[in-house]
T-cell receptor, first 113, second 113 residues
């Protein structure tokens, strides 16, 4: 595709449920990033993949959050036992290896009720 | 405290220059970035500066970096109503991807006709 695609664009879930958020990076981009943006805040780094491996997962807030990128392309962010505080826009970005510019998707707005 | 700090709001008239300021704390940051976010839209990279530079100019945008004071500014010349958006300052994290970033809370720029 032309840009980073994230699905779904909106997700409403009940507290305690499990959710998966998907990111399709720009074709050929080996670096992939997940961020979380709460209302009125700047994006907060979660995890960075280089290829299939998580090169930096220091931003994941706790063990309820997990992300995978099994084939080095599409990535899925998984959140277990969701809490109301997880409500935010989850952003994905991708870039070529060694490139300073990352391209962001439109985000998935997650609402936990 | 915040790793990256920005003033929250700036209002200018069309045609004036806008200056958005930012302070950061990580002296090991390799790159410093300015992103733009319009309502309902994703993050768009405006410009970035390598940490060993003190100025970068790109058309209407001028970035100034004072590494000693850890101060970064973005000047927009001849500001237009289409420049109204939230502007985020961000610093890269050492020993991670170039786009493993710590963002400020953003400065809302309002340009009036």
């Amino acid at each position: 595709g032309a840009g980073v695609s994230q699905t779904p664009s909106n997700k409403v879930t009940e507290k305690g449920k499990y959710v998966e958020l998907r990111c399709d990076p720009i074709s050929g981009h080996t670096a992939l990033y997940w961020y979380r943006q709460s209302l009125g805040q700047g994006p907060e780094f979660l995890i960075y993949f280089q290829g299939t491996g998580a090169a930096d997962d220091s931003g994941l807030p706790n063990d309820r959050f997990f992300a995978v990128r099994p084939e080095g392309s599409v990535s899925t962010l998984k959140i277990q036992r969701t809490e109301r505080g997880d409500s935010a826009v989850y952003l994905c970005a991708s870039s070529l290896a060694g490139q300073t510019e990352a391209f962001f998707g439109q985000g998935t707005r997650l609402t936990v009720v | 405290g915040e790793d990256v700090e920005q003033s929250l709001f700036l209002s200018v008239r069309e045609g004036d220059s806008s200056v958005i300021n930012c302070t950061y704390t990580d002296s090991s940051s390799t790159y410093l970035y300015w992103y733009k976010q319009e309502p309902g839209a994703g993050l768009q990279l405006l410009t970035y500066i390598f940490s060993n530079m003190d100025m970068k100019q790109d058309q209407r945008l001028t970035v100034l970096l004072n590494k000693k004071d850890k101060h970064l500014s973005l000047r927009i010349a001849d500001t237009q109503t289409g420049d109204s958006a939230i502007y985020f300052c961000a610093e890269s994290k050492a020993n991670s991807g170039y786009s493993t970033l710590t963002f400020g809370k953003g400065t809302m720029l309002l340009v009036s006709p």
